[in-house]
């Protein structure tokens, strides 16, 4: 049960460090719904 949530949380981590990378190389803002999840 802990492996799963761990393996679910690093994929999201992952996902967030790619989306993070992609919009720094296009230089746009992220959208509001992701500022939203990384405040929270």
Same mark, same amino acid.
């Given at each position: 049960?802990?492996?799963?949530?761990? /393996?679910?949380?690093?994929?999201?981590?992952?996902?967030?460090? $790619?989306?993070?990378?992609?919009?720094?190389? /296009?230089?746009?803002?992220?959208?509001?719904?992701?500022?939203? $999840?990384?405040?929270?």
């Amino acid at each position: 049960m802990l492996k799963i949530y761990i /393996s679910c949380y690093l994929i999201f981590f992952l996902v967030q460090f $790619l989306n993070f990378r992609y919009d720094v190389k /296009s230089n746009k803002k992220p959208p509001i719904r992701e500022g939203k $999840l990384r405040l929270n």
